[in-house]
């Protein structure tokens, strides 16, 4: 039971680069007002998943649009991540697309404008009843009404050693500078792009979390929130 009353289909958007520490504040809010959490970037993983399973090189992006409508067909998006159906199967591979190989896939298919517009419309149904989602563009493009926009950063070392100590704590192989060189690429992907690339809605609110515990975060975002008298204390 959440201590907060919570308007009526609010929608809260988080986004910022990798390691930015979005998904764990997405999923603190998301416990904290009861709201069901989505993780954007769970899907162009989904996407280069498929694309890896059907034997599809990211570099002939025809290849991954003809298989683009199956894997999205296939595809139920569910709170507890990504399930795979086929047929009477059904296979839950979130833990497959959490990997450091399936983010460098996703930033691939995430460049090409034609996966991003399928992807759209399945984002914006399951955002109606309110939620708290996270990735790139979900304040500039997916939900540009939403009514709580946060976009949270932290320096590049920062992030790269936030990632280090999840695969340290995972008991992984981890290399800082490797980890730091990786995530440099992906930001350049990601903020390079032509189509919706990641870049701070205008009526978003900057949290750099650099030095900030998560805690810290988090009330920072509940605050806005309720000064907005978008969630009220029970
Ligand atoms: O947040 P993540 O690491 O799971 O995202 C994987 C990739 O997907 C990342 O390179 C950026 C891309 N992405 C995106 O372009 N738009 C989103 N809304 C979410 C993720």
Redesign the pocket.
């Known amino acids: 039971m959440s201590s907060w009353q919570v308007s009526e289909g609010l929608q809260i958007a988080i ?1 910022g680069p ?1 390691g930015s520490g ?2 764990t504040i997405a999923a603190m809010i998301g416990k904290e007002l009861a709201l069901p959490v989505l ?7 989904y996407i280069g998943w498929r694309a890896e399973e059907n034997g599809v090189t990211l570099a002939d992006e025809n290849a991954v649009l003809s298989m683009l409508d199956a894997a999205v067909a296939a595809m139920d998006w569910q709170a507890k991540g990504i399930v795979f159906v086929e047929g009477d199967e059904e296979k839950d591979c979130t833990s497959l697309l959490r990997s450091e190989s399936a ?2 896939r ?2 691939k ?3 090409m404008p034609k996966v ?1 517009e399928a992807l759209l419309g399945v ?1 914006r149904d399951i955002a109606k009843l309110g939620c708290v989602m ?5 304040g500039t493009v ?1 939900l540009p009404d939403a009514q709580g926009k946060f976009f949270l950063t932290a320096s590049q070392r920062e992030r790269a050693r936030r990632r280090w100590s999840q695969l340290k704590a995972k008991g992984e192989e981890a290399d800082l500078d490797n980890i730091a060189a990786d995530l440099k690429a ?1 930001d350049a ?2 903020t390079g ?1 032509d189509c ?1 690339p ?1 870049k701070k809605a205008v009526d978003a609110i900057h949290i750099d979390s650099t030095t900030m515990c998560m805690d810290d975060v988090v009330e920072r975002v509940l605050n806005v929130l309720e000064r907005r008298k978008l969630i009220n204390k029970k």
């Open positions: 986004d990798s979005k998904g993780d954007t970037g769970l899907l162009y993983r983010g460098s996703a930033s298919v995430a460049a991003r984002q996270d990735g790139r563009d979900i997916v992906r992907r990601d792009r919706a990641l």
